[in-house]
Structures are given as C-alpha cells and as structure tokens.
C-alpha cells in the first residue's frame, strides 16, 4: 500500500484537530476548567493544522519542516506540562496566581471586579491510565513529530529518485 505524503499530512491535521475538539470537550461539556500550560497546548495544535494545511498546498521538504517543528512545538509544550505536574520543575507564574498576598492591601483582596479563576497547571484535571492530559498530549506529539519525519524522509528520497 503506497501512503502518499499529502495523506500523511491530513493524518496530522486529523490528530491535532481531534486533539483541540477532545480539550474543548473536557472544558465545555465536562466542565473542566484549562489552565494557562493547557491552552499553550491549544495553539500548538492549531499550529500543526496550519503548517499542515501550507503542506497540502505547498508539498514541499521546507513545509514538511514546519510541520516538523510546529510537532516538536506541541511535545515540548505537553512534556512542560506534564513535568509542572509531576513536580519535576515549576510553572509559569500564572499557574499557580502568582500575587504576592502580603503586598495587597484588604481592598486589593476585597476587589473581585477583575478577578479570574487561576487554574493550578500543578494539578491534573484528568487522569487515565496514570497520564494526565499532558502525559497523553505528549504522547500525541511524538506520534505527530514520527508523521512529519517520515514525510520528509520520503519526499527527500522522492527527490533523490527524481535526479
């Protein structure tokens, strides 16, 4: 069976817009709030549907490369996060509030005009089979990073072949 590249391509395009539509899921219908990591994760997706979308319309080595790095983008993003979660090291100041309490006034404390839920990027909101969102998101972009890989690998043969 002859898998063309442009397949590929919209193989990549399926998993990372299967990706978003799962995270708008879990926030929308399961009521799961994201945290500021998670939507960091979101536009990675979206990055692999766009360099994926240039792919089919410019298949060529240095879009294929785009699509590489907006793969490799979603990964390290999703082993950040799941590293946040795991304790190996700390977030993003807007995970975990990051106000310095001692330094508000009781005002400050009482105004909840422009007050926002702080979602800790600490705390995984969904767990299953001991990985978090993250821990599988991971898992997701190295699949994304091994599409894009072998696309340039055989569009490079596929020009070697050509000469």
Partial sequence: MN?????????AI????????????FQYVMGLVPCELCIVQRWAHA????????FLALPRITTAILGLIASVHVTYQAVFHA????GFWEGPEACSGGSDIGA???????DFSGAGQVISCADPA???????MAGWNAL?????????????VKRRNFSRAKV
């Fill in 126 to 132: 969904w767990v299953f089979l001991g990985l978090s």
């Fill in 14 to 25: 399926a998993i990372s817009t299967a990706s978003l539509l799962a995270a708008f899921f």
């Fill in 47 to 54: 990055y692999v549907i766009l360099t994926g979308a240039l």
């Fill in 104 to 110: 508000m006034s009781a005002g400050d404390l009482l």
């Fill in 140 to 152: 997701i972009g190295l699949d994304l990073i091994a599409l894009w890989v072998y696309i340039i």
């Fill in 3 to 11: 898998i063309t590249s442009k397949k590929l391509a919209l193989l």
């Fill in 83 to 86: 590293g946040v979660e795991w």
